[in-house]
């Protein structure tokens, strides 16, 4: 394993038995979700988070905004969106629509993918 992400994972042990039950928990799940992806599924989330590093912040800001308004959606309106076909690429931005309902890309993965505006019908 190279250095810095040794590190960061003998830091993680280091705090786990102070953490909160539910911190944890979360630091468990995601743990078994990143162990479950393939390689390529790895390389991939590394570029996505990469590429989401590198925007300006007011970027990031709508981004989150994006990804939290459809993080509260009923997960019957999610799997439409997902089915429908009808999202882009986290570093596409779409052209200004009004009041128009975020959607998100979800790869045959199962991985999502950040949202974005979508046009009115």
Partial sequence: MENLPRKKWL??????????????????????????????????????????NQLPPEQKAVVKQKWEAYSN??????????????????LQPAPPTEAAPPSVSQSADGSSEAPTETAKP
């Fill in 73 to 90: 959606l009923p997960s019957d309106e999610k799997q439409r969106i997902r089915e429908s076909g009808k999202s882009g690429k986290l």
């Fill in 11 to 52: 830091g993680i042990a280091e705090r786990y038995p102070n953490m909160k039950p539910d911190e944890q928990r979360r630091i468990q799940q995601r743990m078994r979700e990143w162990a479950s992806l393939t390689p390529e599924q790895r390389s991939k989330v590394r570029g996505t988070y990469k590429d989401f």
